[in-house]
């Protein structure tokens, strides 16, 4: 760790004495950072997926009900479009 700040917080004694079991005193700010890390790396993910959950499905997006219908969205979405409308130095 490059930065670090000291902090305090308040534990119940009998999971400091877990920790301390499974780790040491000496040992416990590098094991309750790292548990905090996985906590919040999982946190990240909930979040995310929650996230992904209010995004519309690809059923609900019209003309891209399967890979032939995206295809065909894609090939009328160029045939529709107006060459003078692209940048003429292409």
């Not at 877990?18 to 040992?27: A, K, L």
């Not at 519309?56 to 891209?64: E, I, L, M, S």
């Not at 219908?69 to 479009?81: E, F, G, I, P, Q």
Request: charged residues 35%; without cysteine.
């Amino acid at each position: 760790m490059t930065h670090v700040v000291r902090t305090h917080f308040i534990a119940p004694k009998a999971l400091i004495k877990e920790v301390d079991r499974f780790v040491g005193p000496r040992r416990r700010s590098e094991f309750i950072s790292a548990a905090v890390t996985e906590k919040l790396a999982r946190e990240n993910r909930i979040r995310a997926v929650r996230h992904a959950l209010t995004l519309p499905a690809v059923r609900d997006v019209p003309g891209w009900e399967t890979p032939e219908a995206v295809s065909k969205w894609v090939r009328d979405l160029r045939a529709d479009s107006d060459p003078k409308d692209l940048p003429q130095d292409v």
